[in-house]
């Protein structure tokens, strides 16, 4: 649906032309008619991403009397960031409109040019609740003409504790107003929330997975708990670029895992509640700049963050609730551009992972923490590709007399390789001998060595694991020739040989057994060292003859199975 097919004047539709919206995001498509033309209430349940503000700004600039020089319309938010970005949104809209007033009113700042901008004649307020109450508790702000009220980000406003000041609020509204209520999620206590103020409304969902998070991968790497900041360095060294929000849960988590990247020289900073405002504001400016590559977040505090061109979110932590996962990753993967969601796991949250692939009916693909190596190979062709970009300061074209002078020994191959040393070398020694952070591939190596040494002999006999298969070269001939030669007895019957493509079993009668284990001590084959060992039983194996012994003793004492029988023998 094109913007154009919508009633609206056309002021309006060249500002949304200006912001080059082409066609209706699906929530704009279900609610922005209804919205025209109806003064019904609307409770929708949609993440940011989904182009939320537009579908209740745009209504709501297209109802408002600019003649009137009175609030007409209050729009609730949590957060301050919300707060004005939902303003620059509406101010964006009614660009081509004269007489439009939008003022945004939020804690943590001065409340002088806010009364001011009230004062003036403002149609649209925007506002944290705890600032709006204030106001109203001023005798500033006056609701008694408001006609729509939005609660947006229902959800997250009754989890930052605003209940009670939006029962204040709403109470000082018209009971005849349109109440919008928008929310990601829907807890009993947003449904609560609905069911005391909203009258007859229509619900829309657009599906839980945003618009956006079409163009989002989702990745999992599944390492130790105490793994999990070494396999957020890898993921953030193999990904040069990387511009994203690491999520944490708490506030702690957010502000240790910050100062550890911070430390360990990355481009990173954290947002969280225990900032003061302004610290808040210049940690978001740098972010918006660019000058942090990471920004380290609890939830709350990153709602409002609109930055369209994130590559990455990180959960660090996967949230309590699925459907913030569901949030979260819609961060990145916006207009119209790629981004990957990240989840560091451990081995316990395997669960967890498939639920969320439900919810968001996408896979959520198992990655390998990358090694060392693969880190310093990509970090090497960045920096190279860095150099080749770097504009050339002409400054230096002064000094390179002697600067060649300095070089003229040196053979270019070796003084590349020494220019790339100079950047190169604290990462190179950092990763070298780094170990496998990946648990799933350890998991994966550990059943696979385990089936491998695995299996049951024929009886009298004893069955060997030995690390050499059809891969290393070796055949059944020259598998038994291997055991004579290792225990010097030509005499001893090899029983079955199973040759498998990286390992091998032999049976060998029990009375051999030693002598196997001592022959093949520190031996290598064709440079390989050789590891012969008593192959283990396997679990089920195990069961079997735990079954077997069972049902022995239940002949022994002359019964079938039944407890009476069992207990008739015992008695005997
Ligand atoms: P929101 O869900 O309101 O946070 O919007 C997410 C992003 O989508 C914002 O950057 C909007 O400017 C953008 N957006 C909203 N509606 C549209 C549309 N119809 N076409 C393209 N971009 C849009």
């Not at 598998?479 to 005499?491: A, S, Y």
Request: charged residues 30%; proline residues 3%.
């Amino acid at each position: 649906m094109n913007f154009n097919s919508l009633k609206i004047s056309d002021r309006l539709l060249k500002a949304i032309t200006d912001l080059k919206f082409e066609k209706l995001t699906p929530i704009q498509e279900k609610a922005i008619p209804y919205l025209i033309d109806k003064n019904e209430d609307l409770i929708a349940l949609a993440q940011t991403g989904t182009g939320k503000t537009a579908a209740f700004g745009i209504p709501i600039v297209h109802k408002i009397d600019c003649d009137k020089k009175y609030p007409q319309a209050i729009i609730l938010s949590p957060t301050r960031e919300l707060c004005l970005q939902i303003s620059k949104d509406l101010i964006a809209y009614s660009k081509y409109f004269e007489n439009i007033n939008i003022t945004a009113i939020y804690g943590g700042s001065n409340i002088q040019p806010q009364i001011k901008s009230i004062r003036s004649g403002t149609q649209i307020v925007v506002g944290t609740p705890g600032r709006v109450k204030d106001l109203i508790n001023r005798k500033v702000l006056k609701l008694k003409t408001i006609e729509i009220v939005v609660l947006d980000e229902a959800d997250e406003m009754l989890n930052m504790g605003f209940k009670e000041d939006l029962d204040a609020i709403l109470s000082e509204t018209p009971s005849n107003k349109q109440t919008l209520l928008f929310s990601a999620t829907m807890p009993n206590e947003v449904m609560k929330l609905s069911k005391t103020y909203m009258h007859k409304f229509k619900t829309i969902e657009v599906a839980s997975r945003n618009e956006g998070a079409k163009n989002v991968d989702h990745h999992y790497y599944m390492v130790n708990a105490k793994d999990r900041y070494n396999a957020l360095r890898r993921i953030c060294d193999i990904n040069p670029k990387i511009y994203g929000i690491i999520f944490c849960r708490t506030r702690r988590d957010t502000k240790n895992v910050a100062d550890k990247l911070m430390n360990d020289g990355y481009n990173a900073d954290a947002l969280h509640g225990d900032l003061s405002q302004s610290q808040r504001d210049h940690v978001m400016s740098k972010f918006r700049n660019r000058n942090i590559q990471l920004l380290v977040a609890t939830d709350v505090a990153a709602r409002g963050i609109d930055i369209d061109n994130l590559t990455h979110v990180i959960n660090y932590n996967l949230p309590d609730e699925n459907e913030v996962y569901v949030h979260r990753s819609g961060r990145t993967g916006r207009a119209g551009r790629k981004g990957i969601s990240i989840i560091i796991a451990h081995s316990r949250e395997g669960r967890k992972i498939n639920a969320i692939e439900k919810m968001i009916k996408q896979k959520i693909f198992a990655k390998n923490v990358p090694t060392g190596k693969d880190i310093c190979k990509i970090q090497l062709m960045h920096l190279i590709d860095n150099i080749i970009n770097t504009e050339i300061n002409t400054e230096i074209d002064q000094y390179i007399p002697e600067i060649e002078n300095k070089f003229k020994k040196i053979k270019k191959n070796d003084l590349i390789k020494q220019l790339l040393s100079v950047e190169f070398n604290r990462l190179l020694s950092f990763y070298k001998n780094a170990k496998d952070l990946d648990t799933s591939k350890k998991e994966k190596k550990r059943k696979q060595i385990n089936s491998e040494k695995t299996g049951v002999a024929e009886k009298g006999y004893s069955r060997f694991y030995i690390n050499l298969g059809k891969e290393t070269g070796i055949a059944t001939h020259n598998l038994i020739g291997l055991i004579n030669e290792r225990t010097r007895n030509r005499n001893i019957p090899v029983g079955k040989i199973d040759i498998m493509k990286k390992f091998s079993f032999f049976e060998i009668p029990n009375e051999f057994k030693n002598e196997i284990l001592s022959g093949f001590k520190n031996y290598k084959w064709h440079d390989k060292k050789v590891n012969v060992e008593i192959s283990k039983v396997p679990k089920k194996q195990s069961s079997i003859k735990f079954a077997d012994r069972k049902n022995k003793r239940r002949k022994k004492l002359g019964e079938k199975s039944s407890f009476k029988n069992r207990y008739k023998a015992f008695k005997k």
